[in-house]
């Protein structure tokens, strides 16, 4: 029989009985067969059953002529083993006489029942789960096809996946790692450290991680190694989402650290980010009070600012801006050309201008921080009879009117300067 339970069997029999007729004589039915048989094996035999055919021999006991028959066969029945060797065999079989000029159309049927005790000579001990070890040694008998055991018939699983050895097509998977029903380890995030041991398992594709499955991000920017493209960037740089640094203003130092992130283009900044002449217009504004602009040039006659006026006022734009608690007069002196009259108008129609301009390209600036005024000539600083003079009469003032704060600034410098 093979391990499929498939099989074939010859047998024969010798049956003394009678004929079922009043005053019926005895007779010797004799036969023999081949049958396929199909078994449902278990770890202690069970069911099958039987299809085949051969020949069966009526005769008279008492002598007499012979009668031969063609016969068909099917039968079902039990086989029960006490051991390895000795078994118990109950059947049932149907013998249909096959009449040769009609062999479809049986003449007539014999049920036979019988039982006996059988013998597996030369016979393999038996081995449900086909694991090599017998059903008598077997401590596992229920072993999967395909796992490897011990002597006892108990499978390995040498790497504890719950995917026993000879099943496993991938046996070395480390502890505390989720596998498939292959034994193979599972990477959601594709980050080379398998889940079950990923401590971060929902780390973007690319990025690089240490061994507990977490990313770096050695620049701290938000931006994590191996998708930042910038990966350098300074502490507290605001980035873009390649992890590389924005610098709006472009003065080469990136927003989040520029302490001016608005300079004009074209001007020389420090290392905050902030033009030369803005630190030096503070330290004006510090020692003086006040912050004081030549050269800024309207169009002739009129409150209109030119052009090259523009990167001045930027500069104290941007000093005022770190001061949002300080109020500040706007001044405005002409020289002495023209009426005094008209040069008055003028100087407060100019000085309206630049507090327009300011607000408008420094947003956090507020209006009421913020008074003007026009002096026109009335208050020169040089001579007005020549070319140098006069020049230095044209000029814009920032005057701090509430200089407490300036105080307090200086004496919060000098603490720290003492403190270094």
């Not at 029942?113 to 694991?131: M, N, S, V, W």
């Not at 072993?143 to 002597?151: E, L, M, S």
């Not at 380890?185 to 061994?211: I, M």
């Not at 006659?301 to 523009?310: I, M, S, V, Y």
Request: with cysteine; glycine share 14%.
């Amino acid at each position: 029989m093979s391990a499929d339970g498939s099989g074939l069997e010859v047998g024969g029999g010798l049956a003394p009985t009678s004929e079922d007729i009043p005053s019926g004589r005895d007779v010797d039915f004799m036969h023999g067969s081949a049958d396929a048989l199909l078994t449902l094996p278990g770890r202690y035999g069970g069911p099958f059953l039987l299809l085949g055919g051969g020949i069966g021999q009526y005769k008279l006991s008492s002598g007499g002529p012979r009668e031969h028959q063609g016969n068909g066969e099917i039968g079902a029945g039990a086989l029960l083993w006490l051991s390895d060797i000795v078994g118990v065999r109950l059947e049932g079989r149907d013998l249909l006489w096959l009449p040769k000029d009609e062999p479809t159309s049986p003449a007539a049927q014999q049920w036979m029942l019988g039982g006996g005790i059988t013998f597996a000579i030369g016979a393999t001990p038996r081995d449900t789960d086909g694991d090599g070890v017998p059903d008598r040694k077997d401590r596992c008998p229920d072993t999967p096809k395909g796992a490897t055991v011990d002597a006892a018939g108990c499978p390995h699983d040498a790497d504890g996946d719950k995917v026993l050895d000879g099943l496993d097509q991938c046996p070395g998977t480390p502890r505390g790692a989720t596998v498939d029903e292959h034994g193979c380890p599972h990477d959601a995030d594709g980050d080379q450290v398998f889940d079950g041991l990923d401590q971060c398992p929902d780390t973007p594709k690319g990025a690089t991680v240490d061994e507990h499955g977490c990313p770096h991000d050695a620049d701290g920017d938000g931006v994590l190694d191996g998708l930042d493209q910038c990966p350098d960037t300074p502490k507290g740089a605001v980035v873009d989402g390649r992890g590389c640094p924005k610098d709006s203003d472009h003065d080469g130092v990136p927003d989040g650290i520029d302490k001016c992130p608005d300079t004009s283009p074209g001007l020389k900044v420090d290392k905050d980010g902030c033009p030369i002449e803005v630190t030096e217009k503070e330290t004006e504004l510090l020692d003086t009070g006040m912050i004081r602009l030549q050269y800024v040039n309207f169009d002739t006659g009129k409150a209109t600012l030119r052009p090259e006026a523009l990167p001045a006022l930027d500069i104290v734009g941007q000093v005022l801006s770190k001061w949002p608690d300080l109020r500040i007069e706007i001044g405005g002196h002409t020289d002495s050309r023209g009426s005094a009259a008209f040069n008055q108008k003028l100087s407060e129609a100019r000085m309206n201008a630049v507090l327009d301009y300011l607000l408008e390209k420094f947003p956090t600036l507020r209006r009421e921080q913020y008074v003007t005024k026009g002096y026109g000539e009335s208050k020169p600083i040089a001579s007005n009879r020549n070319a140098e003079g006069m020049a230095q009469n044209r000029r814009v003032e920032f005057v701090v009117l509430n200089k407490e704060i300036l105080k307090r600034e200086i004496e919060r410098r000098k603490l720290l300067k003492s403190s270094e």
